[in-house]
């Protein structure tokens, strides 16, 4: 504590200080008694009648129950010392004796650091998303500006997962080594200029168009793993699924915007617009986390030390990746699990998110404004069911459940609901029925947010972003190859057919989830 001086001027009237022959003053009261030693020749004793105001300057240390202070001192005459006692002021309270004050912080300095980087990635996804779904809708009148054929809308279309495939792993290898901070950072902004850039890319030809769609992916492909990286530094075991849950709901809700902005936007400036204004938010955002982000806890001067004591307490390793472990990553049946459950997950959740308007036009008769109004529909029961898995996830864990067994519970229901929602459709004849069904399905699906997407976390902190570039290159590849498996059923079958193959692939992630998946940190 810093030596200070301490000056305490007195209430308007009578003297009443004694000159003693031992110096300090001594400050009495009925109930409390406090002693200041003060380095001067005079002693004043006395009892209050009226409010004293106190100025606290600096306080130099407290020892033995005793204040010792700096303090101005000049002789003084006592003239008629006063009879009756006199009370100290309650404003004078215990914030003069100690070195800090948390109760007079503003309330934007008590919030919790670690939910201010929850927040900025949740802000990240939600942009991601934004400027994935713009294309969707953005792509007919381009086609019509262009005279795209649908194989080469299509061929735009799929174009984005090319980089978005290529940069998993290598942005997982990237997070691990040199931060989370960097990686995600350096993904919004790449992908934020290819999206500025794509209505130039677009009038230059058909290849530029490709190479811009490219390069977005390239961007969004090393989000999550960073995101994860950079999360399980920060946040504590009991509070991780309903901070990824919260992310996680970010993406579904970008989507959300995307669909109900693009439209309005095309409409009244074009379909341009829709790339600029959606691309140049990322600046916005870029220039909030390079402010208040850090990859880690011991990165931040200013973390509160309560804070840094809560997340030290959880049993995140923070040493630094030097090399990545393949041989021993790839020999842990429960990063298997891991690997094959995502790639169920997803083949089920790309089909219904990608073919979705097709069957709502083809089998329950809507036309394409009302199955765009109905798209609309899972994404919000996603992110509303995703946030309440978390925190029933959380709920779990802080009351003595076994990480383990959370994760199992989430991940079944996120396999198992879907799969018994999809069963349903073939025997249901109403649309609103039908719209209900597949609503129930996706919301049950984002339960794996607090299940298998909370996982790579669990097992090996360390190598988080690895571990999640590894799975979601499953996952990515599970919808390319399900999108296109759809196309050749629908040709040679039907939509039962699509369904049943999609109910397989979730009671197969069940069974090897429940079988070798773990919660506990096996990889060091």
Known sequence: MKVGAILLPLAPGPSFLRKSGSSGLHISRKSNRRSFSVCSSYRREFRFVSRIHVQCYHLRRRVSGKVWADVKSKPYEIIDPPSDSVKVTDTLTESVLTEESPGILPWWEQFPKRWVIVILCFSAFLLCNMDRVNMSIAILPMSAEYNWNPATVGLIQSSFFWGYLLTQIAGGIWADTVGGKLVLGFGVVWWSIA????????????PFLLVSRVFMGIGEGVAMPAMNNILSKWVPVAERSRSLALVYSGMYLGSVTGLAFSPFLIHKFGWPSVFYSFGSLGTVWFAAWLSKAHSSPLEDPELR???????????????????????????????????????????????????????????????????????????????????????????????GLSVTTVRKIMQSIGFLGPAFFLTQLSHINSPAMAVLCMACSQGTDAFSQSGLYSNHQDIGPRYAGVLLGLSNTAGVLAGVFGTAATGYILQHGSWDDVFKVSVGLYLVGTVV?????TGEKILD
């Open 195 to 206: 999206t500025v850039f794509t209505p130039i890319a677009a009038k230059l030809g058909l």
């Open 305 to 399: 030390p309560e804070e840094r004591e809560l997340i030290a307490s959880s049993n995140v390793s923070k040493e630094p990746v030097k090399a990545i472990p393949w041989r021993l990553i790839l020999s842990k049946p429960p990063v298997w699990a891991l690997i094959i459950s995502h790639f169920c997950h997803n083949w089920g959740t790309f089909i219904l998110l990608t073919w979705m308007p097709t069957y709502y036009n083809q089998v329950l008769k809507f036309n394409l404004t009302e199955s765009g109004l109905f798209c609309v529909l899972p994404w919000l029961t996603m992110a509303l069911s995703a946030n309440l898995g978390g925190w029933i996830a959380d709920t779990l864990v802080s009351k």
């Open 513 to 517: 989830w429940n079988l070798f998946s």
